[in-house]
């Protein structure tokens, strides 16, 4: 749906949560910017000018609203290559990688051109990536002074500020209130973890997604019980590794993914919530995927593509998942959790162990991995993988760049099209992945020929890897 001033007007009017993320309103009256779904009284027409990101509206002089609370709001699903090149780079500064670093190095890691990368990001955003830089900081920095009871230095450099001074200076001249004003008001929080809500776009099948996860749990890193993920998590920021645990469950009454937080993870918390959101799918947009996929997925809108919290363990699990059911891949990746991962203190007994880092594994040998009951050659084909990302020549997140990617995946011994393009729809989380050789897909589409498989998917561009979901649960 095209975002014309009639249609953003009628959302606000409605509340209607399909659209919250999607654009934000500036009251001209007011001079602060809300969320389509802000329950305070919907303003006058002629008062609104919308905005297609918040860092957009704050350039525009306007202040994010204390009720609604913009830094809330669900992100934006990358659809075509042009906004996936945007929402790859605006993920690299939301997860904090960017902060501090220069265009120059977003546009490297990303492998196009400055001036293209501006380009793209402001059609995307309406700002330029700078820009939108420092509202993220300001956004995460006021989220944090709202939500925890980090000390306000911890937050200025958690949310990328070099300094607390210049902190201080940009929050009051940016929101016309000082750091310690918002946080006077703020609730308290226990030390001992911390408490965030996060939003998405209904309907979200939170059962189903949970159930995919629960099959593919492994032991000791993470569980699901009782409608509730848990799992340990293992962040690197710079030299430090960060280690902890996460919890994560379904508000009953509100459009929000409740998620708490060990406060071990407290100086990476902005690492650890882009990583629920992309697990849980939390930017996606229910109603335009089932639009392009038909009919035939409009009884599971709510479905979603369930990400992952490291790629080098996701590509263990597809590896390991080759050829056999994913009751054993699952058991063998137990075994390889529990026995090169690093113990982990948590409340939960299930959860003793965090998955091992690529650079671990490197060193292990091929015989000590095929110890564990795994193959040969997968033990090799694992090896192989670590040692690449190790010597940063892969990198399995959602920034990378799909098409050379895939490539180097498929360049590994023991990496087909099936296990590249699994990886590509949960770890690089891209929509139109789509293992078409799948035994699932195929047996849903009722079909032998892989390559009539492909002709039919042609259909669903770009959203390829959400029609596998839906084909794999139209057989349960």
Known sequence: MVLDDYSCYHAVKSHDARFDGRFFTGVTSTRIYCRPVCTAKVPKRENCRFYASAAAAESAGFRPCLRCRPELAPGNASVDATQRLAQAAASLIEDGIASGNSLSHIAAQLQVTDRHLRRVFEAQFGVAPIAFAQTQRLLLAKRLLTDTNLPATDIAFASGFQSLRRFNALFKERYRLTPSALRKAAPRQTQDMFTFELAYRPPLDWARLLAFLAKRSIATVESVENLTYRRTLRIV????????????????SKSVVKVRVAATLGKVLPQVLARVKRVFDLSCQPQEIVAALGPWARSRAGLRLPGTFDGFELAVRAVLGQQITVR???????????????????????????????????MRSIEEIAE????????????????????KKLALEPSAYVESTLAALKAIPGIGEWTAQYIAMRALAWPDAFPHTDYGVMKALNETSANRVLEKAEAWRPWRAYAVMHLWNSLE
């Open 237 to 252: 920021d710079g030299a430090a590794a960060h280690t902890g645990w996460i919890e994560a469950r379904l508000h009953p």
């Open 328 to 362: 054993a891949a699952t058991t063998l990746a137990g075994r390889f959790a529990s026995a090169f991962g690093d113990a982990v203190t948590t409340p939960y007994p299930a959860l003793q162990r965090v998955f091992p880092p690529a650079q671990a594994v490197a």
């Open 372 to 391: 564990l009951g795994i193959i040969a050659a997968r033990a090799r084909t694992i090896r192989a993988l670590a040692q690449a990302i190790a010597a």
